[in-house]
């Protein structure tokens, strides 16, 4: 990288970060087990971190936020208190949506995350609007919009992509390839499997796809990217990386990709990152250590909270249908 | 200016106008709403007037329509979409239902979605089958979603007003045979119809007529032909399929005992079938006959004018169903 790296309480920071997301997940997933997080689905971020962590640290509060079903991430990137995220998994009614949404529904206003949606592609054309409003009024603000690599194939891909193209929108529309769109591969499902390409049929401004293992490349990236769109108008970005989990805790098909997930767990992010710090900070082990513990700490805490929070009530039921 | 005589599009022009000029929020946004001065000439002279910041051609992307919409509304503006006609809006059904009606409960209250979107609906014109549908109780199924079907230019204005001034997502549905037809029309830029208030058209002690959109017309002109023959209808226009008024209408049916509903949509699950069930669920010792429905034929709709014309109702098939319950 020819850019000066972040100094080191940043890197420390993003670190926490990582980490703690995939301590969230790995309980995450023995809690969906136990039945204490319902549902059918649930999306783990594990493998991803890099991606999510790197890119949000180039946003500004006032920029904005939108992703998928796979959300708990990027909630807890944001800086979504870890608490009510459990608590929302456990549809209790501290949680950010109030218990109402659930796991793919996590959203936080007043850390301008406008949520994760369970409509493949049906967030993006709102990633556009949000930049509409910001366009239309004058504000200095950028929309970051995670898109999964299965979510290239449907209409409202191209429909969002064009219209943010056709108005300049500031919108920095970032592919998660994980190479699955559920259970299918990508090569299946994509005529055309390079999807930074993609940017081409809308005349927009793309970068080369970066290493979504690699925090800082992806920070360095999504850096330059959305200062672009803060200026002149849309990108699209191509992150490459990798699902520890499969697609969600019905996928029984990932387990056998064995060589191709040793050859990603080889990079995982988060050991990528570790390493880096070390080779930097000789004597920083300690300091991750206490780190690592800390990690476990918060998620051990958000259960705890979750348990002891109580459930939605009969009123809830039919609040906030309208306003 | 004074209050006049004045068709559905131009009241609707008014309301739309005035809106804007009152709220630098509200945008409208579409296919052809600027220099084609929209496809129904709605929007006649907006592009000019308020510029290409407020009036915003869309490429044909219903889908991106709608979902802009939404995302627009949420981050603070008031959006007015225009899909062409309703035939289309099926294509930015997701974005309508999955987002528009739901983020506010799925949030818990942190979002809120104060859009319109309006479309042109209805049957006529061999407009062919799939440019010919009248689908509103479709959108008007779910929670968190507002439907309004106005019968007339006067309603129109107060409906729209109404509908853009609340901070809900309302699917606007404007009849594309009402379009040309006038009333007399408030020049009050404050003029506002609440939303989810049925309207009395005529009163009458022997049988109710339930109508929405052009069923309205139907239903008074089969009233004014039973008149002559003594029979007096109480037509009661219901204005917003949801919220769905259904008070005058059971006030009604307690004085008449009988109930016909018009409406130019398909009859299977449709307004009639919910208020017939509505009528015998609250007031069946009311009851003097069955609940009968006009509607449009179960058909896909034909080019040919002649088929096209039986399958529509009209009024003489509405005076038939009243002689039905009588």
Known sequence: ?323 | MADKNTPMREALRMALMEEMERDERVFVMGQEVGAWDGTHKVTRGFLEKFGARRVRDTPISEMAIGGAAVGAAMAGLRPVAEIMTINFAFLAFDALINHAAKVHYMFNGQFKCPMVMRVASGWGNQATATHSHTPEMIFAHFPGMYVAAPSNARDAKGMLKAAIRDDNPVLFSESIALYPKPAVVPDDPDFLLPIGKSDLKREGQHVTLVAWARGVEWALQAADTLAKEGVQCEVIDLRWLRPLDTALVFESFKKTNRCVVIEEALPHFGVGAEIAAQIQDNLFDYMDAPIKRVNAMDVPLPYAAELEMLALPNAQKVVDAVREVL
């Open chain 1, 1 to 323: 990288m020819a850019a000066a790296l972040p100094e080191k309480a940043t890197l420390l920071e993003w670190y926490r970060q990582m980490v703690l997301i995939r301590r969230f997940e790995e309980r995450s997933k023995e809690l969906f087990h136990q039945k204490k997080i319902g549902g059918v689905y649930l999306h783990l971020y594990n493998g991803q971190e890099g991606t999510g962590v790197g890119a949000l640290a180039a946003l500004r509060p006032q920029d904005h936020v939108i992703t998928a079903y796979r959300d708990h991430g990027i909630a807890i990137a944001r800086g979504v208190d870890p608490n009510r995220i459990m608590a929302e998994m456990y549809g209790k009614s501290t949680g950010v949506s109030g218990g109402k949404g659930g796991s793919m529904h996590l959203a936080s206003r007043e850390h301008n995350f406008w949520g994760g949606y369970a409509i493949v592609g049906g967030h993006l054309p709102l990633a556009a609007g949000i930049a509409l409003k910001a366009k239309y009024n004058g504000d200095d603000e950028v929309v970051l919009c995670f898109i999964g690599d299965g979510a290239t194939n449907n209409g409202y891909f191209h429909e969002a992509l064009n219209l943010s193209a056709v108005w300049d929108l500031p919108v920095v529309w970032l592919i998660e390839n994980n190479l699955y769109g559920m259970g299918t591969a990508l090569e299946d499902a994509s005529g055309q499997t390079k999807l930074i390409k993609r940017a081409i049929a809308y005349d927009m401004k793309a970068f080369d796809p970066m290493d979504g293992q690699d925090v800082f490349e992806v920070h360095e990236t999504v850096k330059k990217a959305v200062d672009y769109a803060r200026k002149k108008g849309p990108v699209l970005l191509e992150s490459m990386t990798y699902r520890f989990e499969g697609h969600g805790m019905s996928d029984k098909m990932y387990a056998a990709r064995v060589d191709e997930m040793s050859r990603f767990k080889a990079r995982d992010p988060i050991t990528l990152l570790h390493d880096k710090l070390c080779e930097l900070y000789p004597d920083i082990g300690p300091t991750l250590d206490t780190i690592d513990k800390q990690c476990e700490a918060v998620v051990t805490e958000s259960e705890k909270y979750a348990e002891n929070s109580p459930a939605p009530t009969f009123e809830d039921l039919t609040r906030h249908i309208y306003v």
